[in-house]
């Protein structure tokens, strides 16, 4: 019959003395004869009810317990398999403790083993040893102190869960952590990709010095180069195409792969369009921020007024300050006026003064402010009459003339949120040159009209060929507002001919002796010609003559 390994025998101790420590103290022990781990421990409440809690342990004897001290404390020095030290770290997502035991002066103590490698007592390269593992257990680390084991216990499955996490957001902070243990010299940042994944950025927070060797040296590698440097650009490279040097952290990810590098200054910075009359000024408009990047060649910006009122973008040559060479886009997001009174437009007079009416020779400057810094970056944006601010220019004049409206009735109206078609345009426009132009006269060859008469009138109206000096006069309103319409005055239009295009329709009306009320079909010929006025404020039923 085989004897028992003396250290079976050892272990076999050990296990007695931990199962009737956790009898004591009421914790559901299970036997769990798995690899490396020889029980799994739920911890009661003080009413003998099953929680959540729950532990593993390794369990291990010695009749020779060593001890070490190191600095001003003493720690108990165990062996243990490099694997298996491995596997606790890496496999098991459930808190594991060692626990070694002094079977001889029956005292035991314990170490929880996925936090160990934060402790520094690891080697440098302990992954790569074939031998044991050293372990320094505390000695303070007493199985007796049942109090400071299970407030151990409690931390070490917060732990745990933090590394483990059930929520993206709780991972994202594990994560981060670990980042900046390796290298605290970077902030992490972090991001959805196009595909919703989130990936970490690193931005330095003091001055770094980092070597960069680019690997295979061609054409689309010379490409990357030139986009990283000379133009600041974000680029992506391939898991080992870029060698970082400096810090560990960076290495580790280049190693990785693939990854993006964005090597340029990046700063804040507060923007102005100044308008330009020769050295006048005769505009300006501030309050934009935003970003300013730039690389050994090239520069590029974007900016946003009120919340995205307003966005500008530009991109150009350092060393070129011609305007040709540069590449700009402005917009208005008219939106953000949407509910508004029309005369308290945030920042429409400033937006208006810059890229409003202009006259021949002015021009528009871009200044940009880097923040905490006096110098200011002058771009010149060139004459009005180029692609950036064309559609703009055209909204602003739509605007200002609603204005002008407004102010000439009376009225702070709020436009209509759906936006305006173009027949409101028309109408706006039309309204606007009657109110500030005087009458109007235009041809009326395509006018239709339809409009009821009393039958009374019938017979003045079947008899002419043509109807000359016909006029009549009707409220003028404004239909794009929220609400109720909103009153201009009366707007009397006088024909000089108009011709009756249902004359023999009205006849057989006459005939028949119906003459309640007719309808009117007028058409304009070859010459006929329209006048149009409004008086402001006016009101009347629509009547005919």
């Not at 959805?192 to 003091?206: L, T």
């Not at 008219?334 to 945030?346: A, Q």
């Not at 006849?507 to 006459?510: A, S, T």
């Given at each position: 019959m085989a004897n028992k390994p003396q250290q079976h025998k050892i272990d076999d101790k050990a296990k007695v003395f931990l199962h009737k420590l956790f009898d004591d103290i009421s914790w559901n022990v299970e036997l769990r004869p798995d690899y490396g781990i020889d029980y799994r421990v739920q911890i009661l409440d003080k009413d003998n009810n099953i929680t959540s809690k729950v532990?593993?342990?390794q369990s291990k004897g010695t009749e020779h317990l060593k001890i070490l001290k190191k600095g001003n404390q003493d720690f108990v020095t165990f062996p243990l398999s490099r694997q298996r030290l491995e596997d606790y770290l890496n496999v098991y997502r459930e808190p594991v403790f060692l626990c070694v035991v002094d079977t001889v002066h029956e005292i035991g103590y314990w170490l929880f083993l996925q936090e160990y490698p934060e402790t520094g007592f690891l080697p440098e390269k302990w992954i790569e040893n074939t031998s044991d593992v050293t372990v320094y257990i505390p000695v303070a680390n007493k199985l007796s102190d049942t109090s400071a084991l299970l407030l151990a216990v409690d931390k070490a499955i917060h732990y745990m869960n933090e590394k483990y996490p059930g929520s993206p957001d709780a991972a994202i902070r594990r994560v981060t952590e670990e980042y900046k243990k390796i290298d605290p010299r970077f902030e992490v940042k972090w991001q959805?990709?196009?595909?919703?994944?989130?990936?970490?950025?690193?931005?330095?927070?003091?001055n770094v010095s980092l070597s960069f060797t680019f690997k295979a040296d061609t054409d689309e590698r010379r490409k990357k180069v030139a986009d990283l440097i000379d133009r600041g650009l974000r680029v992506q490279f391939a898991k080992d195409e870029v060698d970082i040097q400096g810090s560990e952290l960076l290495a580790q990810d280049a190693k990785r792969g693939p990854l993006e590098i964005q090597w340029a200054s990046n700063e804040k910075v507060s923007l102005s369009f100044v308008r330009y009359d020769g050295e006048r000024i005769c505009g300006r408009l501030d309050g934009f921020t935003g970003t300013l990047t730039t690389g050994r060649k090239q520069y590029r910006f974007e900016a946003i007024l009120a919340e995205g009122l307003m966005r500008v973008s530009g991109i150009g040559d350092i060393r070129n300050a011609v305007p040709t060479e540069h590449k700009y886009t402005i917009g208005i997001?008219?939106?953000?006026?949407?509910?508004?009174?029309?005369?308290?437009?945030?920042?429409?007079?400033?937006?208006?003064?810059?890229?409003?009416?202009w006259e021949k020779g002015q021009t528009i400057k871009i200044e940009i402010h880097p923040n905490n810094q006096p110098d200011v970056i002058e771009l010149i944006l060139g004459c009005l009459d180029n692609e950036y601010v064309t559609d703009v220019k055209w909204w602003l004049s739509i605007l200002k003339k609603i204005q002008e409206i407004a102010q000439k009735v009376g009225k702070n109206f709020i436009l209509r949120q759906k936006g305006l078609m173009q027949k409101d345009i028309e109408n706006i426009e039309r309204i606007h040159a009657l109110l500030f132009g005087g009458a109007k006269i235009a041809s009326a060859e395509k006018w239709n009209l339809k409009m009821s008469i009393v039958g009374d009138n019938i017979e003045k109206f079947v008899e002419p060929n043509l109807l000359n000096n016909f006029n009549f006069t009707a409220n003028e309103i404004l239909l794009c507002v929220e609400g109720d319409p909103v009153l201009i005055g009366t707007c009397t239009r006088l024909f000089n001919f108009l011709k009756l295009n249902n004359r023999d329709e009205l006849?057989?009306?006459?005939n028949t002796g119906q003459r309640e009320s007719a309808n009117l079909v007028l058409g304009g010929i070859a010459g006929s010609m329209v006048t149009e006025s409004i008086a402001l404020g006016e009101s009347v039923a629509p009547k005919s003559h």
């Open positions: 532990f593993l342990v959805q990709d196009e595909a919703g994944k989130m990936c970490p950025s690193f931005r330095p927070n003091q997001d008219l939106e953000k006026w949407s509910g508004v009174p029309i005369n308290n437009l945030l920042y429409f007079q400033q937006i208006h003064a810059v890229f409003g009416l006849r057989k009306q006459l």
